[in-house]
């Protein structure tokens, strides 16, 4: 199966700035088969590469709980979870097929982001296998969107050779289209469009009984479609990552770019941490706090301390910030510090001189002035954990024995310590962090954990000690369009009227300066002048500038809920 694309030829027959881009964006499943012509601004190109991970690592977590993406359930579960991440303009592109200009705004971003990550995930195997699965979870949940006449829509804009059932084709066929739908009512298979298509195109659906076979077709419906594109799909994503590839060195000259792609996979999408919010909190209810509201890797800091009176550096860094997050004030950090490890074999002359220091320049007050992070999840399991330090993530680290023994005495039950211990043994330590948040505190968990502050956080907020951020005002429920093309309960205003207030109001630009952080390894170096003035404008190798107006549409005007500041180093 071939995708000639009718819009390659008008991009040769007028090409423009404006066709350029516009005439790749036709639908809101894109095939990404060429890429875009634009010209990004530095701001732009780190925001629309954060943007998109999120929706990836959204997308990662759904899979790792088993939410069928394909289900009403599910696909409903990740919508939620995309507008609570205030990642609009993806939840819209998933909900059917329009041409409003918001819809193409949103199919802007998602154009234009898709080929940003593609010179982040190029570099090895295991990024591309990673970036191929979740590309290929977000072709299948907006497909699972669309309409019959969407799908129709779909398949005349990409030029390809199918065409619906006609009356009297149906009519041979229909008692085998009935026995093969069963998931359906003979109302909505006479409704629905069928197509016929060679049966190794859609081995997935024949293996699991979901399409009429006769005479070496497939009769697939206008909802299984995706099956018919999916392995072509995935072909050209990797494909395209191998050209990506061959780009990648020329690309990587500009050290703004190199530093950006490099530690992309790790970035940290989430809330800003850096400064605590919501008030103090004294040293002496951290026993109490730990046992309820740490996280497991904090809690492992904790009673490390309180037990062996001392922590290596790794173990200082990754407990020192999270208490600073919290709400600790600098005076109480050194108060606490002080007071463990003068218990242990320290010196009171000795802790002022070797260990004061760094405790004050994690709040900002000594050397470079930089008020560092706390850590998210996944710089502490990517750390480098020896074996007597005593940071790192206890679901990575600890041997699946020691885990759910250590759970155990923290209360779990033997099921749920082995059904966490389960989510360990495939890698998915943040969903087992995640889990172990719901078992501990008896109720669901509306967000994956990304961060042990934001665990922290939630936890405060469930047991009544924190009020509830201010949220988005809800938007109403919409349920996926019929493939019989209508919609079931549908809203077509859905995430038109939605709050546009961003989940964290406070920027923080002095987060930047993490690029400063001795613990990352990465140091900030002066960008090349050229002629005199630093450039603001970063060009790729077959991007080309478009003009203003469609510049400016790359900024999703009701989704500013993400702040580049909050990008992570590692």
């Not at 997935?204 to 419906?221: H, M, N, T």
């Not at 530690?263 to 941490?273: A, I, N, P, R, V």
């Amino acid at each position: 199966m071939e995708f000639s694309r009718r819009s390659r030829l008008r991009l040769e027959d007028e090409f423009n700035e404006d066709a350029a881009l516009e005439g790749l964006i036709c639908h809101n499943v894109a095939l990404y088969l060429l890429p875009p012509m634009v010209d990004l601004a530095i701001e732009d190109f780190e925001t629309l590469a954060l943007e998109r991970l999120k929706v990836l690592r959204i997308l990662e977590q759904a899979t790792a709980k088993n939410v069928k993406i394909g289900s009403d359930e599910g696909r409903e579960s990740i919508l939620n979870e995309m507008n609570h991440a205030e990642l609009k303009a993806y939840a819209r592109l998933c909900t059917g097929n329009r041409n409003t200009d918001l819809d193409m705004e949103a199919r802007r971003r998602d154009y234009v982001s898709h080929f940003i990550l593609r010179f982040a995930y190029c570099r090895s195997e295991e990024l591309r296998r990673w970036f191929v699965t979740r590309e290929m979870e977000l072709f299948r949940l907006k497909f699972s969107g669309l309409s019959s006449q969407d799908v129709a829509d779909f398949i005349e804009e990409f030029d390809m050779d199918y065409t619906p059932l006609t009356a009297d084709e149906r009519a041979e066929v229909k008692e085998g289209l009935y026995d093969s739908t069963g998931y359906q009512t003979v109302s909505q298979i006479d409704t629905m469009d069928f197509y016929k298509v060679p049966f190794t195109d859609v081995l997935d659906l024949v293996r699991g009984q979901r399409c009429y076979l006769k005479e070496g077709y497939a009769y697939v419906s206008a909802g299984d479609f995706v099956s018919v594109i999916g392995n072509k799909h995935q072909e050209l994503l990797e494909e395209g990552l191998q050209a990506h590839l061959r780009l990648l060195p020329e690309l990587e000259n500009d050290e703004r770019f190199a530093s950006l792609l490099k530690g992309l996979h790790t970035s940290y999408t989430g809330k800003d941490y850096t400064i605590a919010k919501n008030g103090e909190v004294p040293i002496e209810s951290l026993d109490q706090l730990s046992k309820k509201s740490f996280p497991l890797c904090m809690r492992m800091c904790h009673d490390t301390l309180r037990s062996t009176h001392h922590h290596r550096h790794g173990g200082r860094m990754q407990y020192g910030l999270f208490l600073k997050g919290i709400g600790v004030t600098l005076e109480d950090s050194l108060r606490f510090w002080r007071e463990e490890f003068t218990r242990g074999t320290v010196a009171l002359d000795k802790f002022e001189k070797d260990y004061a220091y760094n405790i004050r320049h994690n709040y900002g007050k000594e050397g470079s002035r930089v008020n560092y992070t706390p850590y998210s999840c996944m710089k502490i399991i990517m750390s480098s954990v020896g074996p007597t330090d005593t940071h790192g993530c206890p679901f990575k680290i600890w041997d699946p024995s020691v885990l759910q023994t250590k759970l155990g005495s923290y209360g779990l039950g033997a099921a749920h310590a082995e059904e966490i211990a389960g989510f360990v043994s495939k890698g998915h330590y943040q969903v087992a962090c995640s889990k172990y948040f719901e078992v501990s505190h008896g109720l669901p968990l509306e967000e994956g954990i990304n961060h042990p502050n934001q665990y922290f956080e939630l936890s405060q907020i469930k047991m009544g000690a924190r009020a509830a951020p201010t949220k988005p005002k809800p938007t109403p429920s919409r349920r996926p369009v019929n493939h019989n093309g209508t919609a079931s309960q549908q809203d077509e205003t859905m995430l038109d009227t939605q709050d546009t207030e961003a989940l964290n109001e406070d920027d923080d630009d002095e987060l930047w300066q993490l690029m400063e952080n001795k613990e990352s390894g990465v140091e900030t170096k002066p960008v090349k002048q050229q002629n005199g003035h630093v450039p603001e404008k970063l060009e790729l190798e077959g991007i080309k500038p478009l003009n203003g107006a469609v510049a400016a549409a790359l900024h999703w005007e009701d989704d500013e809920d993400f702040d580049v500041s909050q990008m992570e180093t590692e």
